[in-house]
């Protein structure tokens, strides 16, 4: 027990410096999260245990207890295997007590770690252990005729004798932690990678040109390039390597020279010098090279995918937290040219009341035809709001509809183009199965489309983040970093939001703090069976659900019209008696109180706080009985399209248009300007001030005024600008080191001249442009 104490106060110090946070804080977490309460709890309600931590660094503190926990296992069992074979000793498990990370621990593992018959050991076995040692040890000797005297049936000659005390002595460098990892610190400060085009692959990958001749130190590769480049690899269109030093003249490198200090083995001694140079140049070539290579691609791709992982959570947190419409009668339209448009038709609750086929487009064009049916349910069902699906025909149908609604009298609906992506992937699903048995495929996915203008948070749970599609090249990271990273975000979000316990979804109640589907089943049954909850304490009454299950879900769980007032709020049920006894000091009745809370603010929170419930806690409820049940998504806001501009050819360089933030990349932002084809922001192009970030300027789901400013019709490329002065590229941001030995950022060989017209954002955005 006092070691896994002392392991977990180690982990709390660690993550508490990488978080921002005191250790007695990060302790406090992990003790939570042990005893199985979730981040978004221990967000919102446990504010007094860890001192305030917020989700993203609950998020982060929950990652990185995963990491060292794991590191600590392997470090146990590297330990009792060192252990069992005698050879450890309190120096050596000092070092392994002090590795902060896998790859160190491996290192220092590296010499102990049981492994195939080497070739050093069969030098060993055959006795010529000696000999290297003496060579390395004696700068007198000389090789050559040292070796005489190791001869045996199986050392016939001095080369063989020679080559297995080389062998002897690769193995002894190449185990050597300190030195490896020195190392790999010098390489991930000095490498270069590049990327070539494998012989004869040059027309099959055309899409990789970029990258056929083209280099860049490894230190600054973007996620967005090392990811497409390691793609590159993996369809065998390019050939990657680590260079260091390349350009280096000198007779012995300075990665060869860091091995020869570590031995002191000078460049101009005697003959064993001179052989002994010649062991680290092999060393270097043979083994280390290839190993620290290995490494640092390995560590390439992870921090390429972190990044990637990273922008794909932002995304979607953006894209989940959109604003919703609201609750309206709302027609979906699934655009479809050949196969018709598909309509349904949701009350204000999500209910599907009626379902159409129209065929307006060829074959058939029923134009007449297709705009009558609209007309009769929009009439019928006094539709509010109309969703139009951004696929292919997307612009076509929002014509059509335009123009049905210049002929009819107000009100009359407002339309919008809503994003498709992933609604194919619901339609098939088992959860859409189950919602609509009996309704065609392609149906629901206009039911899908209308519910997402509803509310997109509750309609995008059912479908698995990674189909959702705002993120960069997520099929080529670690599926299941990515899945835990995206399910983490649905989870706050949902949270963030809270659920009305009558209304909600399956999908929806699963993402609950504390549920799960299994859970969220139990709570519709009962919804089914009963009738309505009348109170948060209902839910005690749920099957499987238990008071452990209850404390995590009750506070983000609303009941609108309950018997309970404060049960529509997300003031937890156990902060029931504090919050009375505000309402109570305010002299109003609760419900009153709640549709009025300026008397709330003449009140001094401190008075309220106890041995339980802090200050925190105490002014989230004031705040919450201010403004019951709150959302914290924004308004609903559309973008306008510009009329006849509906194909990329109707694009002209100087248009100012209006446009939608579909997706957010390293690079910049992409815009729905309503012509099928996103254009892209570049990072250059989003502000007329120096951007890191694009998160810093947009996200996605915003609506924003973009300028044309290049227009590739062949390529389908569009390029955007945010910037006033209408794309003129940003002066660096400060005169190139003087230091010529200094690389470049980015460096392409041999790079194809520009446009003048295109000039520098044209290239920005080529370069960019390839990556979606």
């Known amino acids: ?67 060292l926990r794991e590191l600590d296992a392997r470090r146990d069992t590297i330990i009792e295997s060192i252990r069992g074979q005698g050879k450890l000793t309190d120096e050596l498990e000092g070092k392994i007590a002090g590795a902060v990370t896998k790859a160190e621990l491996e290192d220092i593992y590296l010499p102990y770690k049981p492994k195939r018959r080497t070739k050093a050991e069969i030098a060993r076995e055959r006795g010529l252990g000696p000999l290297a040692e003496t060579i390395l040890s004696d700068r007198r000797t000389i090789p050559s005729e040292l070796a005489k005297d190791f001869l045996t049936d199986e050392v016939p000659d001095v080369k063989a004798a020679l ?19 020195r190392l790999r610190n010098y390489m991930k400060d000095r490498a270069i990678l590049r990327a070539k085009v494998v012989a004869g692959k040059e027309e099959a990958g055309a899409k990789f040109s970029d990258y056929f001749n083209h280099f860049e130190r490894w230190a600054i590769v973007p996620s967005h390039r090392a990811l497409a480049m390691l793609r590159g690899r993996n369809e065998e269109i390019l050939s990657l390597d680590l260079e260091v030093d390349a350009e280096d003249t000198a007779a012995i490198k300075p990665v060869e020279r860091m091995i020869a200090d570590t031995y002191s083995i000078p460049a101009n001694g005697g003959a064993a010098d001179s052989w002994l140079t010649e062991v680290v140049r092999w060393t270097w070539r043979i083994r280390l090279s290839l190993n620290l290579s290995i490494d640092l691609m390995t560590a390439l791709r992870e921090r390429a995918e972190e990044e990637a992982i990273h922008v794909f959570a932002r995304n979607l947190k953006d894209l989940l937290l959109a604003a919703p419409a609201g609750s309206r009668a709302t027609m979906g339209l699934d655009p479809g040219i050949r196969t018709g448009v598909k309509v349904a038709v949701i009350d204000g609750t999500g209910k599907l009341l009626d379902t159409a086929t129209v065929y307006p487009f060829p074959p058939r064009n029923d134009v007449r035809g297709a705009q009558a049916k609209l007309a009769k349910l929009i009439v019928r069902h006094k539709i509010e709001l109309i969703a139009i699906g951004n696929g292919t025909g997307s612009r076509e ?10 002929d009819m009298s107000s009100p009359k609906p407002l339309k919008v183009i809503v994003s498709e992506a992933g609604a194919s992937v619901y339609s098939a699903s088992a959860t859409a199965a189950a919602e609509f048995p009996g309704l065609d495929v392609s149906l629901r996915g206009a039911v899908s489309i209308a519910r997402r203008l509803q509310d997109p948070l509750a309609e995008l749970v059912k479908i698995e983040p990674k189909s959702i599609g705002v993120g960069q090249y997520q099929h080529d990271v670690d599926q299941y970093r990515l899945a835990r990273s995206l399910e983490g975000v649905v989870e706050d979000a949902v949270n963030a939001v809270g659920v009305d316990l009558n209304t909600a979804s399956a999908s929806l109640l699963a993402r609950i703090s504390g549920l799960g589907s299994s859970l969220a089943e139990a709570i519709i049954a009962y919804r089914d069976d009963v009738g309505p909850f009348r109170t948060r304490r209902d839910l005690l009454k749920v099957a499987r659900l238990g008071p452990r299950a209850f404390e995590q879900c009750a506070g983000f769980l609303r009941i609108p019209d309950g018997t309970e007032p404060l049960d529509a709020s997300a003031v937890h049920p156990e902060a029931y008696g504090v919050a009375k006894k505000i309402v109570s000091a305010c002299g109003r009745d609760v419900r009153s109180l709640m549709n009025d809370g300026s008397a709330l603010k003449a009140l001094d929170p401190r008075v309220f706080v106890d041995e339980r419930f802090g200050l925190p ?38 248009m100012l248009l209006e446009g939608t933030v579909t997706n957010v990349a390293a690079f910049g932002a992409f815009v729905d300007i309503g012509v099928h084809q996103d254009g892209l922001v570049h990072l250059s192009q989003l502000a007329d001030r120096f951007v890191k970030d694009a998160h810093e300027v947009v996200k996605a789901g915003d609506v924003v005024k973009v300028r044309v400013v290049d227009v590739d019709v062949k390529r389908n490329r569009i390029g955007l600008t945010m910037r006033k002065d209408g794309g003129s590229p940003q002066p660096p941001r400060g005169p190139r080191p003087a230091d010529s030995n200094q690389r470049p950022r980015t460096q392409t060989l041999a790079p194809k001249p520009q446009p003048a017209a295109q000039g520098a954002f044209g290239a920005a955005l080529a370069d960019a442009l390839r990556k979606k």
């Open 1 to 67: 027990m006092p070691v896994t104490v002392t392991k977990t106060a180690r982990i709390a110090r660690l993550i508490a410096a990488e978080i921002n946070a005191r250790p007695e804080q990060a302790n406090a977490a992990i003790e939570l999260l042990d005893g199985g309460a979730t981040v978004p709890f221990i967000a919102r309600y446990r504010k007094e245990v860890t001192g305030g931590l917020d989700d993203t660094q609950l998020r982060t503190l929950d990652e990185r207890l995963i990491y």
């Open 397 to 406: 149908t929002e014509r059509l509809v335009a123009d049905m609604l210049s």
């Open 163 to 181: 080559d297995g005390a080389r062998d002897i002595l690769v193995e002894t460098f190449s185990e050597n932690a300190d030195l490896v990892g």
């Open 617 to 654: 806690t105490v002014r989230d409820i004031i705040a919450e009985l201010e403004k019951p049940g709150r959302d914290p998504r924004p308004e609903f806001r559309t973008a306008s399209f510009a009329d006849g501009i509906d194909n990329i050819k109707d694009l002209k360089p100087g």
